[in-house]
Nanobody, 117 residues
Framework: QVQLVESGGGLVQPGGSLRLSCAAS????????MCWYRQAPGKQRELVAR???????NTADSVKGRFAISRDNTKNTVYLQMNNLKPEDTALYYC???????????WGQGTQVTVSS
């Protein structure tokens, strides 16, 4: 059974940093396409960052230069380092693992990030 468990969210002031973690079980993150998505109230879920099995990373233009995705194969965990956070980054952040074809398939329960002074 696949489980993705996110953690690390919380309340932070503008300009602050957070690191989200996604601990996986039932699959190996190093051979999957792993992504972070977010969904703000009243908005569609959007892709924030992606890392392929070969380690290639991509980030959305809205977070480029501020967010970075990485993984620790020994811990079977994917991270999202978020720096210089802005109020518009406030959202529920989800971890996603692709299926064998790389299509987004497995979802975590989400972790809330709130950026506010």
């Amino acid at each position: 059974q696949v489980q993705l468990v996110e953690s690390g969210g919380g309340l932070v002031q503008p300009g602050g940093s957070l690191r989200l973690s996604c601990a996986a079980s039932g699959l190996i993150v190093s051979i999957r396409v792993m992504c972070w998505y977010r969904q703000a109230p009243g908005k569609q879920r959007e892709l924030v960052a992606r890392i392929t099995s070969s380690g290639v990373t991509n980030t959305a233009d809205s977070v480029k230069g501020r967010f970075a995705i990485s993984r620790d194969n020994t811990k079977n965990t994917v991270y999202l380092q978020m720096n210089n956070l802005k109020p518009e980054d406030t959202a529920l952040y989800y971890c996603n693992a692709g299926n064998s074809n790389g299509v987004p398939y497995y979802w975590g329960q989400g972790t809330q990030v709130t950026v506010s002074s």
